[in-house]
């Protein structure tokens, strides 16, 4: 692929994953346009919405081009045409993608906060008994307990398609 076909189907990515497509944006910080409305520039990791629509668009660029980006290129944020760069180098680091997808994949998860919330949810049902405090209580930290476990079964799903798909593309290229 061309730089300008890779442009492209970044944006076309973008315009996918926006909350209003075709609303205009400026590409010199155009991830804060991926909410409505845009935030401020290099704002939109400062809210839930912002963090989730932003991990989701660079969720869908890895697996469209096969890369792996690094936990340092997840924590900067692109102007069109650096993310571009970014993205070409990435393709041509393919050893590196495998690298970084293995060490992904091999990563022991860790429930401790987990299983604080939910031994706090115990405790508070045991202490309070069962009352409007105690409920609200426990259906918060049921809550948080949900979205933290949500999270990590939606990184894991991603990891493994995307290494399917690197793996693959390698297993092409050798053969």
């Known amino acids: 692929m061309t730089e300008i076909e ?3 189907k970044i944006l076309e990515i973008f315009k996918e994953e926006r909350q209003k497509p075709n609303a205009n944006f ?3 910080h155009f991830l804060d346009f991926l909410t409505f409305p845009p935030h ?3 704002n939109i990791k400062n809210s839930f919405r ?6 989701a668009f660079m969720k869908r660029l890895e697996l469209e081009f096969r890369i792996c980006f690094t936990l340092p290129d997840l924590d900067k944020m692109y102007s069109i045409d650096k993310i571009t760069k970014k993205v070409i180098e990435r ?3 393919r050893r590196g993608n495998i690298m970084i997808i293995k060490q992904r994949i091999q990563q022991k998860e860790t429930y401790y906060i987990e299983i604080i919330f939910l031994i706090l949810i115990i405790v508070s049902l045991t ?4 009352n409007l405090f105690s409920v609200i209580i426990s259906i918060a930290l049921g809550f948080v307990i949900y979205w933290i476990l949500n999270s990590k079964i939606n990184s894991m799903i991603h990891d493994k398609k995307l290494k399917e798909k690197i793996l693959a593309q390698e297993k092409n290229t050798v053969d």
């Open 6 to 8: 890779i442009k492209e």
């Open 40 to 42: 401020k520039k290099d």
């Open 26 to 28: 400026e590409e010199s």
């Open 91 to 93: 393709i041509g680091k």
């Open 50 to 55: 912002g963090v989730k629509k932003y991990y």
């Open 127 to 130: 202490f309070w008994g069962i």
